[in-house]
């Protein structure tokens, strides 16, 4: 196959020429209505090769249009076998009959294409046709695209054919191109929209990094504060150190932002041995003064419960699940984490016996500035960014129901034997 498709039905000839001629004319406005009219590009391409190739009474019509660059044409519509080829069959300017007729305005009428040495046959295609008129789409002075179309049987185009397809054509390229124009322009607004919401997802997710190292500053300094008014001592020196960490882990997101995002990994992420039961205490220690209110513990079936991960993509995850948990366990209430494995699957269980989450809610809540309530806790990021940090991973994470109540988030990591 070549630089069209395959046949589809065509009307019977017209015996007079006047009324032909009147025949056209009528054709030719009542395309123009139904080009005009058409609500989508793949609608208007369809109506374009549709209509074309009855006006010429052929068998197939192929519409290719004039890359941006100018250096050649790619196939944007047929009526025929070669779907698949749409936008990725390209005649440089010059190369074979359409990009000749593209590159010099001038239609070309090819008898028979198997003899012509014009034709340029595009390797892996194969097509039944013979006979061959191709026509350009001009529009305020530019070459927008090519018309062709063609039949099985041998056929000698006419002039009176000919010119019956360029005036077709020449109607047919204002049309076809404010269309491009629209779907480019729609296109770009996408582009512009898409680009808007990772700008919105990119300032969500590195406020969110960094509410948890201010948070645990916070509670030192509320410690204090309480110690200092009840004319206690406390141990500064202790809370300084981990106030001036949490500190250090601020200047690292800030100096990093692209680094903190890397719950959209655009990298090879190093992935490697991880003792999951040593990286649970380090985060628990680390962010102890969250959960002053609440009871927090740890349990593994068996230590160390090795798996493969990052420690520091690891510990971000449970960053954002412990806070999650803070945020929505009640004063008092229980906040366990424990781990165990199952074959090769290593498992992280982290629970709280908060409000729970309803059953039509547990796949949503991992979704981008979703949240259960209307409450100011958060910026709904924080579950996309610990399920996309799992993903990172190799693994996955979901939320169970807690019986009687509470919420059990699992995270699930290859496992590696000890």
Same mark, same amino acid.
């Given at each position: 196959?070549?630089?069209?498709?395959?046949?589809?039905?065509r009307?019977? @000839?017209?015996?007079?020429?006047?009324?032909r001629?009147?025949? #056209?004319?009528?054709?030719?406005?009542?395309? %123009?209505?139904?080009?005009?009219?058409?609500?989508?590009?793949?609608?208007?391409?369809?109506?374009v090769?549709?209509?074309?190739?009855? $006006?010429a009474?052929?068998?197939?019509?192929?519409?290719?249009l004039?890359? +941006?660059?100018? &250096?050649?044409?790619?196939?944007?519509?047929?009526?025929?076998?070669?779907r698949?080829?749409?936008? +990725?069959?390209?005649?440089?300017?010059g190369?074979?009959?359409?990009?000749?007729? $593209?590159?010099t305005?001038?239609?070309?009428v090819?008898?028979?294409?198997?003899q012509?040495p014009?034709f340029?046959?595009?390797?892996?295609?194969?097509? *039944?046709?013979t006979?061959?008129?191709?026509?350009p789409?001009?529009?305020?002075?530019?070459?927008?695209?090519?018309?062709?179309?063609? &039949?099985i049987?041998k056929?000698?185009?006419?002039?009176g054919?000919?010119?019956?397809? #360029?005036?077709?054509?020449?109607?047919l $390229?204002?049309?076809?191109?404010?269309g491009?124009?629209?779907?480019?322009? !729609? %296109?770009?607004?996408?582009?512009?929209?898409?680009?808007?919401?990772?700008?919105?997802?990119l300032?969500?997710?590195?406020?969110?990094?960094?509410?948890?190292?201010? %948070? /645990?500053? @916070? $509670?030192? /300094? #509320?410690?204090?504060?309480?110690?200092a008014?009840?004319g206690e001592?406390?141990?500064?020196q202790?809370?300084?150190?981990? %106030?001036l960490q949490?500190?250090d882990?601020l200047?690292?997101a800030?100096?990093?932002?692209? !680094?903190?995002?890397?719950?959209?990994p655009?990298?090879?992420?190093e992935?490697?041995?991880?003792?999951?039961?040593?990286?649970?205490? !380090?985060?628990?220690r680390e962010l102890a003064?969250?959960? +002053?209110?609440?009871?927090?513990?740890?349990?593994f079936?068996e230590? *160390?419960?090795?798996?493969?991960?990052s420690?520091?993509?690891i510990?971000?995850?449970?960053?954002?699940l412990?806070?999650?948990?803070?945020?929505y366990? =009640?004063v008092n209430g229980?906040?366990?984490?424990?781990?165990?494995? /199952?074959?090769? @699957?290593?498992?992280l269980a982290i629970?709280?016996?908060?409000?729970?989450? *309803? !059953?039509?809610?547990?796949?949503?809540?991992?979704? =981008?500035?979703?949240?259960?309530?209307?409450? *100011?806790r958060?910026?709904?990021?924080?579950?996309?960014?610990?399920?996309?940090?799992?993903?990172?991973m190799?693994?996955?994470l979901?939320?169970?129901?807690?019986?009687?109540r509470g919420t059990?988030?699992?995270?699930?990591? #290859?496992?590696?034997?000890p």
């Open positions: 196959m070549v630089e069209t498709s395959k046949p589809g039905p009307p019977k @000839r017209s015996g007079d020429a006047l009324q001629r009147l025949d #056209e004319l009528t054709f030719v406005a009542r395309v %123009a209505r139904l080009a005009a009219s058409t609500r989508t590009w793949d609608e208007l391409m369809v109506t090769v549709d209509r074309a190739r009855d $006006a009474e052929a068998d197939v019509c192929s519409l290719y004039t890359d +941006r660059d100018g &250096t050649g044409v790619t196939l944007a519509a047929t009526n025929g076998l070669a698949e080829w749409i936008g +990725r069959a390209r005649l440089r300017l190369q074979g009959i359409t990009g000749i007729v $593209a590159e305005r001038v239609p070309i090819s008898d028979d294409i198997r012509d014009r340029a046959w595009i390797t892996g295609l194969d097509q *039944p046709h006979s061959m008129c191709s026509v789409l001009v529009w305020n002075d530019q070459v927008i695209g090519v018309l062709n179309v063609q &039949t049987r056929r000698h185009f006419r002039r054919d000919v010119r019956f397809l #360029e005036t077709l054509a020449a109607l $390229a204002g049309i076809v191109e404010k491009r124009l629209q779907r480019e322009a !729609e %296109a770009q607004i996408e582009s512009l929209r898409a680009i808007d919401e990772a700008r919105a997802n300032v969500a997710v590195v406020t969110h990094s960094l509410r948890t190292p201010l %948070a /645990v500053v @916070r $509670a030192y /300094v #509320e410690l204090l504060g309480g110690r008014q009840a001592q406390p141990d500064a202790e809370w300084e150190r981990q %106030a949490q500190v882990r200047d690292q800030v100096d990093s932002v692209l !680094e903190s995002l890397r719950v959209f655009s990298g090879a992420i992935l490697g041995p991880v003792d999951l039961t040593a990286v649970v205490e !380090e985060t628990t003064p969250l959960f +002053r209110r609440h009871r927090l513990a740890t349990d079936v230590r *160390p419960l090795r798996a493969r991960g420690s520091e993509l510990r971000r995850l449970l960053g954002y412990l806070e999650n948990a803070s945020k366990a =009640p229980r906040i366990d984490l424990y781990g165990w494995r /199952v074959a090769d @699957r290593a498992y629970t709280d016996d908060g409000p729970g989450i *309803p !059953e039509e809610w547990r796949e949503r809540i991992f979704e =981008p500035f979703v949240r259960l309530d209307d409450s *100011p958060g910026a709904g990021i924080g579950l996309f960014a610990a399920r996309r940090l799992a993903r990172a190799g693994g996955d979901r939320v169970d129901e807690r019986l009687p059990q988030f699992v995270l699930e990591l #290859e496992a590696i034997a």
